[in-house]
């Protein structure tokens, strides 16, 4: 019975790696694991994601963005300036540190801003649904941002600049809606004054070692050198100098990359499956990825879809926009969510109803500019 329970639980928490580990022992039956199956994996992406969530992971346990984040803060003396700082670190690093270190850094951050002011009913939940879209926004602006921009930047073979000139508009077009969204909302802002705690001083060798690995494993995404050697990199000087960091790093999205790799390797090798998802994805790729991101998340959508069609710039544009929508429809959306709930602050009905509502508004929006640039 105990054990019964801890694999609910188990399956509960990493809902997507169970579902993409089920698909990919399924398609094992009807394609016998055989020497063709290491070429289902794309060992670059996976490298050059560890690394990056390696990076994020030392970066954030030292304290750099939380101290990033007080210095901001300190200098803002009314609702309304606090809640546009918040949202422009949450959308412009996300760029960087990855939508969901954005969101584990900054809505904690904001939580105990807001428990030393006086706020109107609701505000933390908006507070945080806000900074949710901010992250999910502003990440689709790099291949850095996110996993699945990380995947398709490299499948798609885009430049850099080729990967920022797709997504700038729907980018700055989402950063203009939630800047008026702010103002609006935050119309009435008192003064206020904020004392914030003392953050605990960064480790400069810390600091140093994982800014000279971030530099190496950008360098590897711009393609200028091998990902082995970010890969490599990274292993050797964490484990010498931070080899609990091993422990933080989430391996269980790498685990579903490698189980996505095996059911679509798989399936495309079934002549009928692959053929009847490949007419259906190329005819209707933004509706197919907007609508697959809804139900089983952006980064998994990308990974099935990109398997049945070779239009990656439409595909990367169909699962960022994806984002929006359900809760699930970004994974990082679950973050925010589960921190809002474990806070206890606020009914998480109202929450889910603001959510939905907010997020539905642009994705509208966003799936209009599409329409204009197609």
């Not at 101290?67 to 309304?80: E, G, I, Q």
Request: hydrophobic residues 55%; contains cysteine.
């Amino acid at each position: 019975m105990f054990r019964i329970r801890e694999i609910t639980a188990f399956f509960k928490k990493e809902a997507v790696l169970c579902i993409a580990v089920i698909l990919a022992v399924i398609s094992m039956f009807f394609v016998p694991p055989d020497g063709k199956y290491i070429d289902y994996i794309d060992f670059r992406t996976l490298s050059i994601l560890f690394c990056l969530m390696a990076v994020m992971s030392g970066l954030r346990e030292i304290g750099v963005f939380d101290r990033l984040s007080a210095a901001l803060v300190k200098k803002c003396n009314s609702l309304p300036g606090i809640t546009i700082i918040l949202n422009l670190l949450c959308f412009f690093l996300s760029m960087v540190i990855t939508n969901d270190v954005a969101l584990l850094t900054f809505v904690p951050f904001a939580l105990v801003i807001l428990k030393m002011i006086n706020v109107k009913k609701g505000y933390p939940a908006i507070l945080i649904i806000m900074l949710t879209i901010s992250a999910n926004m502003g990440s689709m602006l790099t291949p850095l941002g996110n996993p699945q921009n990380l995947y398709l930047y490299g499948r798609a073979g885009l430049s850099f600049a080729e990967f920022i000139k797709i997504m700038l508009p729907y980018t700055a077009l989402a950063l203009l809606v939630l800047m008026g969204w702010i103002m609006i909302y935050c119309r009435k802002g008192e003064k206020i004054s904020v004392s914030l705690p003392d953050t605990k001083p960064v480790s400069t060798t810390k600091l140093a070692i994982y800014s000279l690995l971030f530099i190496v494993s950008l360098l590897a995404v711009l393609r200028i050198y091998s990902y082995l050697i970010p890969l490599i990199a990274v292993i050797i000087l964490m484990a010498v100098f931070d080899y609990k960091n091993y422990l933080r790093i989430d391996y269980s999205l790498l685990l579903t990359f490698v189980a996505f790799f095996v059911f679509i390797g798989n399936m495309g090798r079934l002549p009928v499956f692959k053929g009847f998802l490949e007419e259906i994805v190329n005819n209707h790729v933004i509706a197919t990825g907007i609508i697959s991101s809804q139900v089983i998340s952006n980064v998994p959508a990308a990974l099935l879809l990109s398997g049945f069609t070779e239009s990656y710039r439409n595909l990367l544009v169909a699962v960022n926009l994806g984002g929006l929508g359900t809760l699930i429809a970004s994974m990082a959306s679950l973050i925010s969510y589960k921190i809002y709930v474990k806070e206890n602050i606020g009914s998480k009905g109202r929450y889910l109803l603001f959510f939905s509502i907010a997020n539905i508004c642009f994705l509208i929006i966003l799936i209009a500019l599409n329409i204009i640039i197609s």
